[in-house]
Antibody, heavy 121, light 110 residues
Framework: EVQLLESGGGLVQPGGSLRLSCAASGFSFSSYGMSWVRQSQGKGLEWVSGISGSGGSSDYADSVKGRFTISRDNSKNTLYLQMNSLRAEDTAVYYC??????????????WGQGTLVTVSS | QSVLTQPPSVSAAPGQKVTISCSGSSSNIGDNYVSWYQQLPGTAPKLLIYDNNKRPSGIPDRFSGFESGTSATLGITGLQTGDEADYYCGTWDSSLSAVVFGGGTKLTVL
C-alpha cells in the first residue's frame, strides 16, 4: 500500500524558514517523480515544485522560485521542501504527491494527508 | 487566476448527469494529457481520471473524461450525494514548465 506522510509544518514568522518532509512507503521511491502541491484555505490547488526520481532535475512555480528548494533522499525514501524567506501568502496546506513516472511532469496517483504551514507574526 | 478555467460550481439532482469543463491552451491541454481529481471536504485530492479518459483501479465507470483540442470535460452519471466535492483538472504546461490546475468546481447534488 502506497503511503505518503508529511511532517514539518507549523507556525513561522514572515521571513523565516521551514523544512517539510514526506516519508514514502509501499513503492519503489527512486522510480517516480514527486511533487509538492499546496492549497490555501478555501482556495484551489497550486503546484509548488517537482523533482525527478533520481533527483537530477526539478522545477518550481514562479511564486516560490529562488525561495524554495526541493530535494529527495532515495536511501531514506523521503522527499523534502526547504522553504526560506516565507511570506504570508505561503500559508497553506502542503501536500506531497507521487507522480506516475520517473519525471515529475505527470499526473499524481497518490497524495499525502497534508501538513499546514502558517506564516504569521 | 488559474491557467486552466473551470466553472466555479455545478449542481444536479441525484441520479442525474453532470459535466465539468476545463479550458486551456495549446501549451497545456493542447499538448499534454489531462487528469482530474476529486477532493471531498476536509480530505486530500484523489485521482479520478488520467491520460484524458482513463480511470484508476477502483474508480467507478460513472466517471468519465473527454478531451478535444484545448478543452477537457469530466462527466459524472448516476449522481450520488457522496459525489459532492470539489473537482480539479490538471496537466503539464510545456511553456511554463509547470503542472497547472484549474480553479476547481464545487459539485452540489441537490
Amino acid at each position: 500500500e502506497v503511503q505518503l506522510l508529511e511532517s514539518g509544518g507549523g507556525l513561522v514568522q514572515p521571513g523565516g524558514s521551514l523544512r517539510l518532509s514526506c516519508a514514502a512507503s509501499g513503492f519503489s521511491f527512486s522510480s517516480y517523480g514527486m511533487s509538492w502541491v499546496r492549497q490555501s484555505q478555501g482556495k484551489g490547488l497550486e503546484w509548488v515544485s517537482g523533482i525527478s526520481g533520481s533527483g537530477g532535475s526539478s522545477d518550481y512555480a514562479d511564486s516560490v522560485k529562488g525561495r524554495f528548494t526541493i530535494s529527495r533522499d532515495n536511501s531514506k525514501n523521503t522527499l523534502y521542501l526547504q522553504m526560506n524567506s516565507l511570506r504570508a501568502e505561503d500559508t497553506a496546506v502542503y501536500y506531497c504527491a507521487k507522480g506516475n513516472q520517473v519525471l515529475y511532469r505527470s499526473y499524481f496517483d497518490y497524495w499525502g494527508q497534508g501538513t499546514l504551514v502558517t506564516v504569521s507574526s | 487566476q488559474s491557467v486552466l478555467t473551470q466553472p466555479p460550481s455545478v449542481s444536479a439532482a441525484p441520479g442525474q448527469k453532470v459535466t465539468i469543463s476545463c479550458s486551456g491552451s495549446s501549451s497545456n491541454i493542447g499538448d499534454n494529457y489531462v487528469s482530474w481529481y476529486q477532493q471531498l471536504p476536509g480530505t486530500a485530492p484523489k485521482l479520478l481520471i488520467y491520460d484524458n479518459n482513463k480511470r484508476p483501479s477502483g474508480i467507478p465507470d460513472r466517471f468519465s473524461g473527454f478531451e478535444s483540442g484545448t478543452s477537457a470535460t469530466l462527466g459524472i452519471t448516476g449522481l450520488q450525494t457522496g459525489d459532492e466535492a470539489d473537482y480539479y483538472c490538471g496537466t503539464w504546461d510545456s511553456s511554463l514548465s509547470a503542472v497547472v490546475f484549474g480553479g476547481g468546481t464545487k459539485l452540489t447534488v441537490l
